[in-house]
C-alpha cells in the first residue's frame, strides 16, 4: 500500500467507526417507548420531541457521512446543535418557567401554521389540514419578556442558559451557513480557482469524524434525562431514553448534580 493510499485509509476510518456508533446510539433513542407517560403539561412531550428529532437527524448525519457526503449534512447537523442548545437552555430554567417556555415554543409554531394556512388560502388553495383542535389546546403564554425573546432568537436563549453553550452556538452558527443559499454555501461550491475561473468545490465539515458530534448526542440525552427527573417522572421513566443511549455510547454520561 502505497503512503499516500495509507494516510488516506486512516483518515476516512475514523468517520466510518464513529458514524456506526452516531446511528447506532441514535437508533436506540428513538426506539424507547414512552407510550405509557401520562402528560400533566406539555414540557415532556416537547422535550422527549426535541430529543427524538436530534436523534432523527444524527442518523442523516452518519449516513451522508458514511456515503462521502459529510458537507451535504449541514442543514442536519445545525438541527442537532439547535436542539441541545434548546434542552440545555430548557433544563437550566425553573419548573415554572420550563412550563411557560414550552408553552412559548408551541405557540410560536401554532402561530406559524396558521399564518401559512391563511396564506395559502389567500392564494386559493385548498388546506386540507384543519387547524380546530390544534387551536383548542390551551396554553400558558406570557405575551412578553425574556422567555418570549430567549424562543424568538437562539442568541438570547443561549446567553440565558445556565451554562452558555458557546461552542455549540458558534457550531451552529458555522453550519447556517450551508443551510441556506448564502454567499458562503455558493462560494464553497462554486470557488474562484486562481482569482479569475470558476471551479468547483465543497465546505470541509467541522467534525469530519463525528467525534463531536458524539458528545453532543450525550448532552442531548443526559439534559433530557435531568429535565424529566426534574418534571417528577418516575426515574426509571425518565431514565429510559438515557439507558438506551447508554447501551450503545461509549462515551454517555450523566448530567451532573
Not at 91 to 118: F, Q
Amino acid at each position: 500500500m502505497s503512503g499516500k493510499k495509507s494516510r488516506e485509509k486512516r483518515n476516512i476510518e475514523p468517520a466510518l467507526v464513529n458514524a456506526a456508533i452516531v446511528q447506532r446510539a441514535a437508533r436506540a433513542v428513538l426506539t424507547v417507548d414512552m407510550s405509557d407517560v401520562v402528560l400533566h403539561d406539555f414540557v415532556p412531550q416537547v422535550v422527549v420531541g426535541l430529543c427524538r428529532g436530534a436523534a432523527a437527524q444524527s442518523i442523516a448525519v452518519a449516513t451522508l457521512t458514511r456515503a462521502g457526503q459529510a458537507s451535504s449534512a449541514a442543514p442536519n447537523r445545525r438541527l442537532v446543535l439547535e436542539s441541545a442548545i434548546r434542552l440545555i437552555w430548557l433544563r437550566g430554567l425553573s419548573k415554572a418557567d420550563r412550563h411557560a417556555a414550552a408553552s412559548v415554543m408551541l405557540e410560536a409554531d401554532r402561530k406559524d401554521t396558521n399564518e401559512t394556512l391563511t396564506y395559502l388560502e389567500e392564494q386559493g388553495q385548498e388546506t386540507p389540514f384543519n387547524p380546530a383542535e390544534m387551536n383548542a389546546f390551551e396554553l400558558d403564554v406570557p405575551t412578553r419578556g425574556l422567555l418570549q425573546e430567549q424562543v424568538r432568537k437562539l442568541r438570547a436563549a443561549v446567553v440565558g442558559s445556565e451554562s452558555e453553550p458557546w461552542s455549540l452556538y458558534a457550531m451552529w452558527r458555522e453550519e447556517t451557513k450551508f443551510a441556506h443559499p448564502s454567499g458562503a454555501l455558493a462560494g464553497y461550491y462554486a470557488p474562484t480557482h486562481d482569482q479569475v475561473h470558476l471551479h468547483s468545490g465543497t465546505p470541509d465539515p467541522l467534525d469530519p469524524d463525528l467525534e463531536a458530534h458524539q458528545l453532543i448526542q450525550c448532552l442531548t440525552v443526559a439534559a433530557t434525562e435531568q429535565i424529566l427527573k426534574d418534571e417528577g417522572l418516575p426515574p426509571e421513566v425518565a431514565s429510559r431514553i438515557a439507558d438506551a443511549f447508554r447501551a450503545q455510547s461509549p462515551l454517555a454520561f450523566d448530567w451532573p448534580e
